[in-house]
């Protein structure tokens, strides 16, 4: 099979460029050649001129590459062709692809020879131009023309009589009280189903020209399609209540019974939850009684990513709040006396304009019914300035080399940093030669248990409190090894996988591990854009004073405003 195929137009719409595709008959070899009328292309055969045949052959402007059976290729130079006549059209190329197709390039021409079982056809790439075209049948006759134009006509006659009936259309009224439409030709009966169809459309016109002369409830019914739409192409406020969504009758303001029944349009976290603004007045009432800082997280649905931070943030910080003052220093810890709660600034009305929010996401503090502290959480970092210091570093000890970069990966996914160790021995001198202090130990269950027990003593000697994490602790024990040892180091583990952990599995694991301690953390209230500190500077300086272990050792005092007491002295 001989493809022709045209590519491309110009300005004025005609064809600029030819190609032709020479399917096979077998499928190993379905596409045989392709050429365009340049005479470049690819070719699978044999040169007309050779009878070595080449099983590939690529034509360019510069040169003809053949490859051979062996892989290696031959080039010949080609001048580039150019259209014309004569002798200055370029050399001359002839391709013989099978038995019965062969190329040829001749005159600035590309042509295809088809011979088998008799038939003989050339087929000629390209627009024939000047004398090539003289001799050839013309596409269009007058007589063609002139037929073309009369059916054209007796159409268009045909459609106007169709249109100035349908135009003449009447309602008239039958015998049985039913709708019957008459034209010229005849009686047209329409159904009930149509006739209302039609007025349906009418009132939907009228709506959208004129609302108050279309009925009640095609205009609340229009409205409510295009209520649809609108939450259909808005993804963020899929979760608004489509009742809000008001057209006519909507005047900005936030009534209290649209407070009540709105829905909730962002994730509030489990720890912070999402309340409603009328609910928040009780909330004040609550924690002034009870002396409890209130902690309120303004967020808000225009600003999607905004809020998703702050509210991260916020889920952060009231964790470490409670940490910190769950960890006392006499060891007599309890829960600390701030509340966190989030609110929907899109559904609140004026009550941003009465506390002066101007941008999302904003944080309020509330000590009493008073407020203590407003600003805006744009720019706050979620731990110190030595925040990259407080990641949980993780002494990872794997002989296996294709597991060390898997559990590299996971470990820096999990938020911590993490350094390899291949055997117990050079686990043991990282341990003794470093000073980094290591968090957790994550050892394979593939080192012998003699050499598990050295890494994890000399582990707990430079940090008692470090976690002691064993993985592929489904691999049996050596022969000269003792299970019973390897039974009490596995109940000695803080963690134990049978297999290599996942990222989620070392998340939560980590998660868990207090690396606030005041070896890695800077003074706290050094940087006055640090939120965990603001929030315990508010609490000390309204008396309440935070666990020694939440001050670091000789810096300034837990507070993020100007007016931050010292250290030890009175609020």
Not at 102 to 107: I, L, P, R, S
Not at 435 to 448: E, H, M, N, T
Request: glycine share 10%.
């Amino acid at each position: 099979a001989i493809c022709l195929c045209a590519h491309g137009s110009d300005a004025k719409g005609k064809v600029r460029r030819f190609a032709a595709v020479v399917h096979g008959d077998s499928a190993k070899s379905p596409v045989l050649a392709t050429f365009d009328e340049w005479g470049k292309g690819y070719a699978e055969g044999q040169s007309g001129s050779s009878d070595s045949p080449p099983p590939k052959m690529v034509v360019s402007d510069v040169a003809i590459t053949m490859v051979d059976s062996t892989g290696k290729s031959y080039e010949v130079p080609r001048a580039a062709p150019r259209r014309g006549s004569g002798d200055g059209a370029g050399p001359d190329l002839a391709l013989r692809v099978c038995g019965a197709v062969q190329v040829q390039y001749k005159n600035g021409r590309t042509m295809l020879d088809f011979q088998s079982q008799g038939v003989n056809h050339t087929f000629i790439l390209g627009e024939l131009q000047g004398e090539e075209a003289s001799g050839m049948p013309s596409p269009t006759t007058p007589c063609l023309a002139e037929e073309t134009l009369r059916q054209l006509n007796e159409a268009t006659s045909t459609l106007s009589g169709v249109r100035d009936k349908v135009t003449s259309l009447k309602t008239v009224t039958g015998f049985a009280g039913s709708r019957k439409h008459a034209m010229d030709t005849g009686t047209l009966k329409i159904g009930d189903d149509l006739q209302s169809l039609l007025e349906g459309l009418s009132a939907f016109q009228k709506s959208f020209e004129k609302p108050g002369l279309a009925p009640v409830d095609m205009k609340w019914g229009t409205e409510g399609k295009l209520k649809r739409l609108l939450a259909a192409h808005h993804p963020p406020c899929k979760g608004q209540d489509r009742r809000n969504w008001t057209i006519a009758r909507c005047s900005g303001k936030c009534t209290n019974e649209r407070l009540a029944n709105t829905k909730s349009t962002v994730a509030a976290p489990k720890t912070v939850p999402l309340i409603s603004q009328l609910k928040l007045p009780e909330v004040i009432e609550e924690c002034s009684g009870s002396g409890t800082l209130l902690v309120v997280v303004c967020l808000a649905t225009y600003a999607l990513e905004q809020s998703t931070y702050a509210r991260t943030l916020a889920e952060k910080v009231y964790a470490q709040v409670q940490q910190r003052f769950a960890q006392g220093a006499d060891g007599a810890g309890g829960p600390a006396p701030a509340k966190f709660v989030s609110v929907e600034l899109s559904e609140i009305g004026g009550f941003a304009k009465d506390y002066g929010i101007k941008e999302v996401p904003h944080c309020l503090m509330f000590s009493g019914r008073n407020v203590v502290y407003s600003q805006h959480m744009g720019r706050k970092r979620l731990m110190t300035k030595e925040a990259g210091q407080s990641k949980p570093c993780v002494l990872l000890v794997e002989p296996d080399p294709a597991n060390q970069l898997k559990l590299e990966q996971r470990l820096r996914r999990a938020g911590a940093t993490s350094d390899l160790a291949m055997t117990g021995t050079e686990a043991t001198r990282l341990l003794t030669t470093r000073s980094v202090v290591y968090d957790a130990l994550l050892i394979s269950g593939r080192i012998r248990v003699d050499q598990q027990r050295t890494v994890a003593s000399a582990m707990r000697r430079q940090e008692p409190g470090a976690k002691i994490m064993l993985f592929d602790a489904s691999v049996e024990a050596q022969q000269d090894e003792d299970p019973e040892a390897r039974k009490r180091f596995h109940q000695e583990c803080s963690q134990i996988w049978a297999y290599a952990p996942g990222c989620t599995a070392l998340a939560a694991v980590l998660s868990r591990s207090d690396v606030d301690d005041k070896r890695r953390l800077a003074g706290a209230g050094v940087d006055k854009r640090d939120f965990l500190s603001e929030v315990l500077g508010v609490l000390q300086r309204g008396g309440v004073r935070a666990p020694a272990s939440a001050v670091a050792a000789g810096g300034p005092a837990l507070g993020g405003g100007p007016d931050a007491v010292a250290a030890g002295g009175d609020s």
